[in-house]
Structure formats: structure tokens, C-alpha cells
């Protein structure tokens, strides 16, 4: 075997084991799922409520935690939000303890008027979670049916969970389930626990009816439910990491006030709730009283088919007020944001990093004022998860911060007239979660801000300042929107002049079909259509180069011993016949932008995340990842899943193998050994370029299909050219080469030739 075909396959396996060896590094061991048994009741935050051990077994009431047994009923609904505007004077005393109570802002039901159900506990007064209400945003990893959050707490007498909040708009809502309300079965099987149930409605699929059983007010009832998908979770309180919008006080020494930690770790009062604003307030005992206000814009109805209407936000109010007859304080706050960004598409996805180096799947971003202008930082989630890195940058003054996803982000901006007053000392990125080795790109991560200190006035004023909350899709024409300023979270790379453009055509090819995998078909062939003067041109000279192959053979026997007289030999025999063998190269530099183009705007596009090839197959139903056609992780080999994925693709093994035939059809045969060697390669790495590609869109993959069908079957339908009559090349096709016919021939001239060289040698 040739050395240099030794050496091209020892130096591909190379790649492939250190390619293999990253990715392994980089993707690790597969995240928990979304909804995990115990999730919901670890999002209440309550001690004993997380262990399966105890849920596992028939738990003694005496163990019971007394807030998930006696878990307060409906609050009462304050229709008039305002009463919470002016809130009453405080005497200082000491801190009172409240229930841990959950409220909701908007709904899960698109008809409703809400972009997205928000639920918030009163403990920490945090936002547990963000559900997206649009048909457009669900979950795409999570199969089971959706019931609703409703953050589970363990009945242990009625032997159930307690439902303690439940979203408007949610298939439990509609149902007619209430807040303290204990399911004791689903589908008849029992729940004695939050184990069994989550385990119950895990075996569901959308759109099935199942039956609850339920205890309410003493009395058992029956409620069909019909369960639907899950809706994309864009914010999502994740096992034991913290909720968002947490948030302390601290003093004029950067330390935290005394019974501060009562912010973090205790339970606030909800004084005022509808589905458009709920109030909360701490009292601490120093004195000082911390209220939290989070509204949500209703979209009006003229606007209500508008995707762009923004009201992917929050808007969210901090005050903090010192009460009469207690002593000045000088304080500032610190204020953590959003955690528990989407990760789905772990094992696949490619974010692109606005600077050099690559990007993780949940990375911080932040805007801040440089003089007149904004500066756009970045920072990806496995900077931050290395200790050894700095990760407290100071990105003030402060335009926004948040958390960027591939397709969602989390981002707080300010609320102020004037960009020139500032209001925080610091924002700087933070871990919200514990570093995976094995994980680094998948850190839960956050972002922190600390306002710059005031000396608060008994009675006083006060501080009190406003920010936006926007958790949505990261659309360019809604991030651009006047009301965010976000659009630099969208990032095309290098060659975002292609993919821009191509975006916007594939956008209007849609628009005439409604079907992503059409108009990528026809963008397909908007492209082809567009280069086929080059190549045309490059058909023509793969024709010609076939002609040429008998004068080349010829050629290269004539001076098989010098290398350089061949070269200069062919380099004539081009010139003569005006054959440029550089020509084929132009249409595929002249691709190349264009396939980087698409590869870019595919991984951004939030359009195509959840669009189908063919609807109503799960096969190929999300055309901005892999076409998942089978699920083998469960019996391939674990270096195979970590390499290649959870999932059999087929789409680039078909595009792999439409690329081998081309080159079998069109590719000339080799004039000499170091051709025959150079196309032996070519064919290998093919089969080298299915492994890296395995995992790439299948919107990608069916660009590449299309393109390979069209160019066969330009090659087939385009005339060959005949060589003129009396032309070299028709002589050289219409008679051997003397010098090949005595090579060739066993008898004959070329037995006579040899018999009369050996006479004049004896002579």
C-alpha cells in the first residue's frame, strides 16, 4: 500500500479520536430531564421534599413537613393592583413569618392575550418559572403530556400531593383543579407521592384524557383532563439551584445587613395579586422594608396575531423604604437574575460567539455605555465555569445583562429616561449552578448587579427602581424592537452579508408555501439557478479534461522519469486547447460562503427550531437540528453516543452518499498513479467528512441533497462537446499512441521491435 495513503488514513483516524475525545469532554454525561422526578416539589424549596428515599416509601405524618400539609388555600385576588402603589407606614419591629405561598402572572393559553405564564413564589419572592405561551414555542425534548406546574407538596394523610399553584391557561386549569386541591390518582394509578406522580404523567402523551382523583374540601372528585405538550420553559428554577430575581441588601461596608439573609431564605407577603401585577413585601428587623413589584403587559387585540408585539417581558419594581422611628441606614442592593435557560439540543448545538473563541450553550451577555456609543460583551459559560479565569468584569455603565441561549435569552435592561444616570455599581456574570467537569459549556449561569449605596431617612423616599425583564425568542425583528435594544444578541459570524440575505429570502419563500423544508428546496434552487454559468463552465471543463485524458496518458509515459518535463508538457497541451484546470475550483469558493451562510442562519433562526420536513412525522420534525431518525443510545456503545449522538441521522449519510456518486460519475479516470491516489483519498474522505457532519441540520442536509440532485442532473442534461474532425484530441481518441500500443501489445510490431533492439545490441 502506497505510504502517502498510509499516512492520509493514520492522520484521519487522528482527527476523528480528537474530535471524538472533545466532543466527549464537551457534551459529557446527558443532563437531567427538564421535568425530572422531583422537580417540582424541589422548586418549592422545602426541606424533605427533594429525598425519594422518604417519597418512595409510606411516609409517617409525623415526618410531614407542617407547610405541606397545612399549605395555605387560595389567596384572595386583588383585582385593583394599584392599593399596593402607596404602601402603608411600617412600624420597626421585628420580622414576621408568612406562609410560603406561589401567585401567577399572565397564562399558557395563546387565545388569552399573554406571551407567557409567569409563577412566582413568595419564597425569596423569586420567579420560579417562565412558560411561553405560543403554539410556536414548545418543548421539544420533553414528550410526555402536559398537565401543568404545580408545585407538589406531599399529603401524607390523604395519602396524595397537594397542588399549590396552578397556571392559568394549563390543561389542569382547564380541567377545573385548584390550588389545595390533593391528587391522590392519575389514570387510576395511585400518587402517594411526588415520585409516583411524576412517574404517572411521564407515561402520558399530549392530547391524552386522563382521569384525576382528587380530595377537595374532604370529599373525593373525579376531573378529565386533557393534557397537551409542554410549552418551552424559557426560565425554570433548575433541582437545587437558586430561583431568579433573588435578591439582599447590603451596607456601606459591601457586607450584608444583618437579617438580610431573610430575603434569600425566607418567605415575603404577597399583598396584592391579579394576572397582570403581583406585589410582595419583607419587612426586616432592622427596619427596613423591601417591596417587589412584577407586572406583565397584556397583548391588545388588534395585535394579538403581531409575533412582534413586545411583550416578551417583565417589568419588574424594587423599592426600599425605612421604616418610622428607626435609625438612617446606608444600603445598596444586589440583584441575581435569570437562571435555568433552555438546554435542549445539548449534544448538537453549535452557538456562534461574537468574538474568537466558542460560545457554550447559556453564556452572559451584557451592554454598556462607552462614551456615546454601546459596548457588546460576551462570556461564554465555560469561561465562567473556569476558576482559574477571571469572571467578575464590571460591565458598567450598565444598557443590559442576561443570559443568552441558542434560540432564547434572558436579558434585564434598566428603566430609565436618561442612559447618562446610573444606578448600579456593578454587573458581572455568575455561576447559578455547580460546575460538571464533564459539562463545562452546560453551566447554569447568571448575572449579578449591586446598586450603588443610599443612605435611606426614616419615612424617607426611599430607593425605588424599575427594570425589564425580556425572556422571549431571539427574533432579529422583536430584538430590535425600540422597547428592548437587543439585536446585538443575535449573531450571524463572519459571513453574516450571506446569511442575512439568505434568511430573508428563505423567509419569503415561506411565505408562499408554508413549509420550511420547501423553501429551503427552492433557496436550493434559486442558488444553483443563479451559478449555473459557472457551472456550466465547469461541466465543459470536466468534459474537455476527459478528451484530454489520452494525450495525458500519453504524456505522462512519455516522461514518466521527469516530472518537471511532464508538468511543462501538460501545462502546453492546456494551453493549446485554452483548458484552465483551476476552473472547477471557482463555483465550490464561490459555495463555500453560502453553505457557511446557511449553517449560520440555520443555528440561529428560532423560526426553523421547531419546523418539520414533512408535517406530522417525528422524523425530521425540527429542521434546525439532527433528522433523529432512530434513538440508539440505548444499545449502541458509549464512545459511539458520545461521538455521534443519542440518535441514528439519516439525511447525512444520504447526503455522503449522493456526494460519492457525483464523484463516481463525473470524476475523470486517473492518468497516473498519483491521480488514482489522489482520487482513492478523495472517496475516503467522504466517508470522513459523514462522521463530522453527522450532526448537523437536517435543513443543512437537505440543502446539500438538493444541490447534489441538480447537479447531476445538470451534468446529465447538459450536451457533451464533440471534438472538430482533425483535431489533436480527435486524433489522439481516434488512433493509439505508439508508445502505449508498444507497451500494450503481447505481439506483433511491438515482439518485432523488441526482437530487432536485442540484434543491434548483440551486433
Not at 441606614?329 to 453549535?350: C, F, K, S
Not at 466558542?358 to 451584557?366: L, Q, T
Not at 427550531?609 to 414533512?614: E, H, S, T
Not at 443510545?633 to 449522493?658: C, E, K, Q, R, S
Request: proline content about 8%; some cysteine.
Amino acid at each position: 500500500m502506497d505510504k502517502r495513503f498510509v499516512t492520509f488514513l493514520v492522520v484521519a483516524f487522528l482527527i476523528l479520536t480528537v474530535n471524538s475525545l472533545v466532543m466527549t469532554w464537551f457534551a459529557g454525561d446527558p443532563p437531567p430531564p427538564v421535568d425530572a422526578p422531583q422537580q417540582q416539589a424541589a422548586a418549592g424549596g422545602e426541606p424533605g421534599e427533594n429525598d425519594a428515599a422518604a417519597n418512595a416509601a409510606d411516609p409517617d405524618p409525623a415526618d410531614a413537613d407542617p407547610a405541606d400539609v397545612a399549605a395555605p388555600a387560595d389567596e384572595p385576588q386583588d383585582d385593583d393592583p394599584a392599593v399596593a402603589d402607596d404602601p402603608p407606614a411600617v412600624a420597626a419591629q421585628g420580622e414576621v413569618e408568612h406562609p410560603l405561598t406561589w401567585a401567577t402572572l399572565g397564562s399558557v393559553d395563546p387565545e388569552s392575550g399573554y406571551r407567557m405564564l409567569v409563577i412566582i413564589t413568595s419564597h425569596g419572592a423569586a420567579i420560579e418559572r417562565i412558560e411561553l405561551s405560543g403554539r410556536n414555542f414548545r418543548d421539544l425534548e420533553n414528550t410526555s403530556g402536559y398537565l401543568g406546574h404545580l408545585a407538589l407538596a406531599r399529603e401524607v394523610d390523604l395519602k396524595g400531593v397537594r397542588a399549590r399553584v396552578v397556571g392559568p391557561g394549563t390543561p389542569a386549569a382547564r380541567a377545573g383543579l385548584k390550588p389545595d386541591d390533593v391528587i391522590v390518582a392519575v389514570g387510576g394509578e395511585r400518587t402517594p407521592n411526588v415520585t409516583a406522580f411524576e412517574n404517572a404523567v411521564q407515561q402520558t402523551e399530549p392530547g391524552q384524557s386522563v382521569e384525576l382523583t382528587i380530595i377537595r374540601a374532604g370529599e373525593e372528585q373525579k376531573l378529565d383532563v386533557e393534557l397537551a405538550r409542554y410549552p418551552l420553559q424559557v426560565v425554570r428554577r433548575e433541582a437545587a439551584d437558586p430561583a431568579s430575581l433573588l435578591m439582599t441588601l447590603r451596607g456601606a461596608d459591601e457586607k450584608e445587613l444583618a437579617g438580610a439573609d431573610g430575603l434569600i431564605d425566607g418567605n415575603w407577603e404577597i399583598v396584592a395579586a391579579n394576572d397582570a401585577q403581583v406585589t410582595l413585601r419583607k419587612q426586616l428587623p432592622s427596619g427596613l422594608v423591601v417591596t417587589k413589584r412584577y407586572g406583565l403587559a397584556k397583548v391588545p387585540d388588534a395585535e394579538r396575531d403581531n409575533v412582534m408585539f413586545p411583550a416578551y417581558h417583565v417589568d419588574f419594581d424594587l423599592q426600599i423604604q425605612l421604616a418610622e422611628g428607626s435609625q438612617p441606614q446606608t444600603v445598596a442592593y444586589q440583584l441575581d437574575g435569570a437562571t435555568g435557560l433552555p438546554i435542549e439540543g445539548w449534544w448538537y448545538a453549535n452557538k456562534i460567539s461574537p468574538h474568537w473563541g466558542s460560545a457554550g450553550i447559556r453564556d452572559v451577555v451584557a451592554g454598556h455605555y462607552n462614551g456615546s456609543r454601546i459596548a457588546h460583551e460576551f462570556m461564554s459559560a465555560a469561561t465562567i465555569a473556569d476558576d482559574e479565569e477571571d469572571v467578575n468584569p464590571n460591565w458598567v455603565p450598565l444598557s443590559y445583562i442576561g443570559v443568552d441561549a441558542q434560540y432564547f435569552a434572558a436579558v434585564l435592561i434598566p428603566k430609565k429616561k436618561d442612559p447618562a444616570v446610573q444606578w448600579l455599581a456593578s454587573a458581572t456574570p455568575i455561576r447559578a449552578g455547580a460546575v460538571d467537569p464533564k459539562n463545562p459549556r452546560l453551566l447554569n449561569t447568571s448575572f449579578r448587579v449591586t446598586s450603588e449605596p443610599r443612605q435611606l431617612q426614616p419615612g424617607g423616599e426611599g430607593l425605588s427602581h424599575s427594570f425589564k425583564l425580556f425572556a422571549g425568542p431571539k427574533k432579529p425583528e422583536l430584538l430590535g424592537n425600540a422597547e428592548y435594544g437587543l439585536s446585538e444578541l443575535v449573531q450571524y459570524g463572519w459571513f453574516h452579508w450571506v446569511a442575512r440575505p439568505m434568511l430573508v429570502v428563505l423567509h419569503f419563500f415561506y411565505g408562499i408555501v408554508g413549509n420550511y423544508g420547501l423553501a429551503i428546496i427552492m433557496l436550493t434552487v434559486m442558488v444553483r439557478m443563479a451559478m449555473f454559468p459557472l457551472s456550466r463552465k465547469q461541466a465543459l471543463g470536466a468534459q474537455k479534461m476527459q478528451q484530454l485524458q489520452p494525450e495525458m496518458k500519453a504524456i505522462a509515459e512519455k516522461y514518466k522519469k521527469n516530472p518537471e518535463q511532464r508538468m511543462k508538457a501538460q501545462q502546453e497541451l492546456f494551453r493549446k486547447h485554452s483548458y484552465n484546470p483551476l476552473s472547477g475550483c471557482l463555483p465550490l469558493f464561490i459555495q463555500m460562503p453560502i453553505f457557511i451562510g446557511l449553517y449560520r442562519s440555520l443555528m440561529v433562526d428560532v423560526e426553523l427550531r421547531q419546523a418539520p420536513l414533512i408535517p406530522g412525522l417525528d422524523w425530521a420534525s425540527n429542521l434546525a437540528a439532527p433528522d433523529m431518525f432512530l434513538r440508539w443510545d440505548t444499545f449502541m456503545p458509549g464512545f459511539v453516543v458520545h461521538f455521534l449522538g443519542p440518535y441514528l441521522n439519516i439525511l447525512p449519510l444520504v447526503t455522503v452518499a449522493l456526494f460519492l456518486w457525483q464523484q463516481k460519475m463525473f470524476m475523470p479516470p486517473p492518468t497516473d498513479e498519483q491521480s488514482a491516489l489522489q482520487q482513492k483519498m478523495m472517496r475516503y474522505m467522504m466517508i470522513f467528512m459523514a462522521f463530522l457532519f453527522f450532526k448537523v441540520a437536517s435543513g443543512l442536509c437537505l440543502y446539500f441533497i438538493a444541490s447534489s440532485l441538480w447537479g447531476i442532473a445538470e451534468r446529465k442534461l447538459l450536451p457533451k462537446v464533440q471534438p472538430a474532425a482533425g483535431s489533436a484530441t480527435a486524433s489522439a481518441e481516434s488512433k493509439p499512441n505508439p508508445q502505449l500500443a508498444a507497451k500494450t501489445t503481447a505481439g506483433g510490431n511491438g515482439a518485432a521491435a523488441a526482437k530487432r533492439k536485442k540484434q543491434r545490441g548483440r551486433r
